[in-house]
């Protein structure tokens, strides 16, 4: 998926406007002035979008989970330059301290049927034997799912 997407998704959801979004960047010291922060969304066919880097968006997630849980005590983790699918399924899943059965209803919601073995293969290390990669789709309907069941 394109990062912008799943920000615009989650912005839409949770009825964010332009300063609560600066304020969840600004929690983890990324302070986008404003001509970066509208070209992030633009749609792509209007002059001066910016893609979202995966930086960008684990910035704007590690936010979302201290918007939602409050700040850590202590060293704050380290931002990833790189996120899979399922990093981001898992920090959507952390900021809003979803269990199984609240992800599995979250993805009923979608029309997708996942049992908790099914939904841990995401969760777990890509080494694992059982981890099994989040698809584009997959992490959609759970975007999709989370409107279905949290939208204002």
């Known amino acids: 998926m ?10 839409k959801t949770y009825d964010l406007d332009d300063t609560q979004t600066k304020a969840i960047f600004a929690h983890t010291q990324l ?8 070209n992030l969304f633009k749609q792509n ?15 704007f997630l590690n936010g979302f989970i201290i918007e939602k849980r409050g700040k850590k005590e202590g ?7 790189q996120l899979s699918n399922n990093a981001i399924l898992n920090k959507i899943k952390i ?4 269990k199984a059965e609240d992800t599995i209803e979250i993805f009923k919601s979608a029309e997708v049927t996942l049992t908790k073995y099914e939904l841990s293969a995401f969760f777990r290390n890509n080494q694992h034997k059982h981890f099994k990669p ?3 789709d ?4 759970f975007l999709r ?3 279905n069941t949290f939208a204002k």
């Not at 900021?95 to 979803?98: K, T």
């Open 31 to 38: 302070n986008l002035n404003d001509e970066q922060f509208a």
């Open 95 to 98: 900021a809003l301290e979803l």
């Open 134 to 136: 989040c698809s584009d």
């Open 2 to 11: 394109i990062n912008n997407d799943i920000v615009r998704r989650l912005r």
């Open 75 to 81: 060293a704050q983790p380290e931002m990833e330059t």
């Open 45 to 59: 066919s209007e002059d001066g979008y910016a893609q979202m880097t995966d930086l960008e968006l684990a910035h």
């Open 138 to 141: 997959v992490l959609s309907a």
């Open 145 to 147: 799912g989370l409107k």
